[in-house]
Structure formats: structure tokens, C-alpha cells
């Protein structure tokens, strides 16, 4: 397993990191049900497969299946202190909606992931209006209650998830109030990194020595699905070049996968040793010979 520093954070996390949606979110991308019992049996044996592949990054929220996710997190990972002989690093979410109760939705993110502490704990959002970061970032906004369970110690380090490349996301970066970001980054959604100007949010980001963890690794299909489009003979299967294009990027920490079976666990932990697969992506964006 490749590893890395999580920004100023200084934790020492994997370079792919588990993918806690694809557990709690019934029929997500495939067909699944987290209260099936087959189902459920998978996930648990994806997560030990990672267990032992040395990967310690979890990521979770309470939104993935209304607590399913945190809930199996948290069973199949009661009593881990350890992956690869580092820390267990569980990450989980707030809902920006339901910022007036952030202490109870910790406590009860706590309860289900069958934990004292959370390492990470992110506002958990798809793309913010001004207003709202307005909102977040005001004296005794969201950011600043977060910050007082940090000082507490339910939580080790802050940060704030994003489906967007907007300026909210960069006035995050900008507070100095976070620890970490989380962003859409992969083939298709290239708009938090674009190398010949050089311009978005990981450099900003990287700049402010904040952890960088990325989401939708492989596209979430959207790439899959426009081959089958334009090409519906295609047999080539292309994820492991989409997975090895995000780990080539050198300011992405971690890459999240969603990985319910134990099979795709162990494909994705061979990709991550084959450090021979990655490219030089600013040889990929030159335009001239």
C-alpha cells in the first residue's frame, strides 16, 4: 500500500481510501440493499479485505442510507485501531441543513460508528451559494461550532466536502478554518485541476497545506456509460486507467472508491501498488510537439 501525509493534518493515510456510499445507499450505481443480509455479508468482507490491504481511510455520512453506512462502518470496524500499521482514519459528515443540532448529529455519527472520536469530520455538501458560505464561515457560524469540537476532542480535524469548483469552495480554502478538503475529481470532472494555467481549487487547496481527498475515482460510470453510448461494442474496461489518472494527479492524498466486494477491494490495491501505471499528466495537456 502506497501512503501519505493528509496535509497539515500530519496523519498518515492510504492513497485510495474506502468509500463508505456504495454501503449505505440502497441500489446506488448497481443493484444493493444495505439491510440485505447477502449484501451486507459482502460489504463486511470488502472491509476486511481492505483491513488487510493496509488501507485506513474510511470515509462515511450519515446520508448514506440514513446511518446505514456509519452503521456497518462501525460494526465491521469495532475495536480496529490499525491498518498497515497506521492509525485507523475514519471520516465522517455533517449536514450543512441541520447545522443547529451539529452537536447531536456528532454524538449520533459517534453512536453508530462505535467511536469516541472522529479523525475527520466534514460539512457535507454538493455545492454551496455565497449566502450559505456567508452563513458558514460568520463569527459563530458552522465552521466556528466545529472548530469547539475539535478544541473538545470528539473530533481531531475539520473540513468541508464538494461536488462544485465555485467561489464558495475557494473562500473555504481562503478561511484557514479548515483542515481538509474534499472534492469531485476524476476524467470527466477535471475542474478542480486544470495544469496549463494553472488554475483550481487542489493547487489552492495544496497551497494552504490542506489534506486533499477526492471522490467519484472512477467516474461514478458517467465515462463508462458515454463509451457504451458512442461505442456499444466496446469490451475494453477502462477503470483501472480512470483510477490511475487520479492517483498520477501529486496533490490528491487520497482517492475514495466505493468497493462492496472483496474482489474489487483486492483489484483496486493492486492498481494502488502499480505505481508504474501512472502518467505525467502535464505530458497528457501539452499541446504542442
Not at 125 to 135: H, K
Not at 154 to 176: A, K, P
Not at 178 to 196: A, G, K, L, V, W
Amino acid at each position: 500500500m502506497e501512503y501519505t501525509t493528509l496535509g497539515k493534518t500530519g496523519a498518515i493515510v492510504s492513497r485510495i481510501g474506502y468509500g463508505g456510499a456504495a454501503a449505505g445507499l440502497k441500489n446506488y450505481l448497481h443493484a444493493y440493499d444495505p439491510t440485505d443480509s447477502d449484501d451486507r455479508k459482502h460489504i463486511f468482507e470488502s472491509i476486511e479485505a481492505a483491513l488487510q490491504g493496509g488501507i485506513n481511510y474510511y470515509d462515511t455520512a450519515p446520508g448514506y442510507g440514513n446511518g446505514e453506512s456509519e452503521q456497518i462502518l462501525g460494526a465491521a470496524l469495532e475495536g480496529v485501531v490499525e491498518s498497515g500499521s497506521y492509525p485507523l482514519f475514519i471520516a465522517t459528515k455533517v449536514n450543512y441543513k441541520n447545522r443547529g443540532e451539529l452537536r447531536k448529529q456528532v454524538e449520533l455519527s459517534l453512536k453508530r460508528l462505535r467511536r469516541e472520536q472522529i479523525q475527520l469530520l466534514q460539512i457535507h455538501g454538493d455545492s454551496y451559494t455565497s449566502e450559505q458560505a456567508d452563513d458558514i464561515l460568520q463569527a459563530g457560524g458552522m465552521a466556528e461550532e466545529m472548530a469547539r469540537l475539535k478544541e473538545e476532542g470528539l473530533v481531531q480535524y475539520i473540513g468541508f466536502s464538494s461536488e462544485d469548483n465555485n467561489d464558495s469552495v475557494f473562500r473555504f480554502i481562503r478561511s484557514g478554518m479548515f483542515d481538509m478538503m474534499q472534492i469531485c475529481y476524476n476524467f470527466i470532472f477535471q475542474h478542480p485541476y486544470e495544469p496549463s494555467r494553472p488554475f483550481g481549487s487542489l493547487l489552492e487547496a495544496e497551497k494552504a497545506g490542506m489534506g486533499i481527498v477526492t471522490m467519484r475515482t472512477p467516474t461514478s460510470g458517467t465515462f463508462q456509460r458515454w463509451i457504451q453510448m458512442v461505442n456499444p461494442a466496446n469490451t475494453f474496461d477502462y477503470t483501472p486507467a480512470l483510477i490511475q489518472f487520479v492517483l498520477s494527479n501529486p496533490y490528491v492524498d487520497v482517492a475514495l472508491m466505493g468497493m462492496r466486494d472483496k474482489d474489487i477491494v483486492s483489484k483496486n490495491l493492486a492498481l494502488c501498488s502499480d505505481q508504474a501505471g501512472r502518467i505525467r499528466l502535464d505530458d497528457l495537456h501539452e499541446r504542442y510537439v
